[in-house]
T-cell receptor, first 114, second 114 residues
Framework: QKEVEQNSGPLSVPEGAIASLNCTYS??????FFWYRQYSGKSPELIMF????GDKEDGRFTAQLNKASQYVSLLIRDSQPSDSATYLC??????????????FGTGTSLTVIP | DVKVTQSSRYLVKRTGEKVFLECVQD?????MFWYRQDPGLGLRLIYF???????EKGDIPEGYSVSREKKERFSLILESASTNQTSMYLC?????????????FGNGTRLTVT
């Protein structure tokens, strides 16, 4: 079983629509969850993080976490062409016996169509 | 803002050469990481370090070594470069942060081995 599962996409949405990106993870000891955006040929940049169950909003972005279901999602409202990128869901388990584990999947490729 | 600087953006080396990739961070982070990223495979951890002179193998350490003589600097060494080490290499750092600190990435080094 992969530690992080994301739909690889590509996910295509029209400009102005809501993009919904989903992620499941296998390590129940994960304490924090980070969303990174990565443009082609560039390094990942942090856009959101969430630690507690529920929703967290930051501008056009909303992260949702359900630890019981081991599920994280990212909603992008009013999608723009500049949002076209690969989105990485990254759980972290920093318990002393895990050695600073950040888990990476292959990410979801999002294309926003003008 | 945290700054993680990788010494080269693009590098071309010949098979059998010894290659050094340098990474410096300016935020006094305890943890430093080296990843490689290949299409369809996501980010894979090569080595990480949680303190000066300390290192831990990641998922794919074969053919690589690392050095951390100072807290701010983490070097990745390809002992004898091979064509299958052609990849994007990403350095990252984080604090211990009790699991709540994200990874901060450098701009990446695209290495081509011919």
């Amino acid at each position: 079983q992969k530690e992080v599962e994301q739909n690889s996409g590509p996910l295509s949405v029209p400009e102005g629509a809501i993009a919904s990106l989903n992620c499941t993870y296998s390590d129940r000891g994960s304490q924090s969850f980070f969303w990174y955006r990565q443009y082609s040929g560039k390094s990942p940049e942090l856009i959101m993080f969430i630690y507690s169950n529920g929703d967290k909003e930051d501008g056009r972005f909303t992260a949702q976490l359900n630890k019981a279901s081991q599920y994280v999602s990212l909603l992008i409202r009013d999608s723009q062409p500049s949002d076209s990128a690969t989105y990485l869901c990254v759980p972290r388990n920093a318990s002393p016996n895990t050695g600073n584990q950040f888990y990476f999947g292959t990410g979801t490729s999002l294309t926003v169509i003008p | 803002d945290v700054k993680v600087t990788q010494s080269s953006r693009y590098l071309v080396k010949r098979t059998g050469e010894k290659v050094f990739l340098e990474c410096v961070q300016d935020m006094d982070h305890e943890n430093m990481f080296w990843y490689r990223q290949d299409p369809g495979l996501g980010l894979r951890l090569i080595y990480f370090s949680y303190d000066v002179k300390m290192k831990e193998k990641g998922d794919i350490p074969e053919g690589y070594s690392v050095s951390r003589e100072k807290k701010e600097r983490f070097s990745l060494i390809l002992e004898s470069a091979s064509t299958n080490q052609t990849s994007m290499y990403l350095c990252a750092s984080s604090t211990q942060g009790f699991g709540f600190s994200p990874l901060h990435f450098g701009n990446g080094t695209r290495l081509t081995v011919t």
